[in-house]
């Protein structure tokens, strides 16, 4: 089970921190963990994934402002963005699934556990 919180509404330019709890699965085998974001009127697009192996991938457009990762101990994975704009707005999910390194692409929709998303708003 994958639960998300910290959607919100902000300023572009400004930065939000999106949080997605991990119970029910044990990842300390192969896994990968991903973002992805809906866009009004928009088909769902991956935004950043993270390997077992500690290897980021982000797409292109956000790539030097988001920052995936994960807290082990809290079995937390984390999507830190920076420098928001009005294009990032959207419904927010993150995704789990075992894969062995090096199969983890950001934009995997075959990845089998989402969380509930989260909207995050930009206003210019």
């Known amino acids: 089970q994958l639960v998300q919180s910290g959607g919100d509404s902000v300023q572009a330019g400004g930065s939000l921190r999106l949080s997605c709890r991990v119970s029910?699965?044990?990842?300390?085998?192969?896994?990968?963990m991903a973002w992805f974001r809906r866009p009004p009127g928009k088909e769902r697009e991956g935004v950043a994934s993270?390997?077992?192996?500690?290897?980021?991938y982000y797409s292109d457009s956000v790539k030097g402002r988001f920052t995936v990762s994960h807290d082990a101990a809290k079995n937390t994975l984390y999507l830190e963005m920076r420098n928001l704009k009005s294009d990032d707005t959207g419904a927010y999910y993150c995704?789990?699934?075992?894969?062995?390194?090096?199969?983890?692409?950001?934009?995997?929709?075959?990845?089998?556990?989402w969380g509930q998303g989260a909207q995050v708003t930009v206003s210019s």
């Open positions: 993270l390997d077992t192996d500690g290897t980021t």
């Open positions: 029910g699965m044990t990842y300390n085998t192969y896994y990968c």
């Open positions: 995704a789990a699934d075992h894969r062995h390194p090096g199969l983890c692409h950001y934009n995997d929709p075959t990845l089998r556990n």
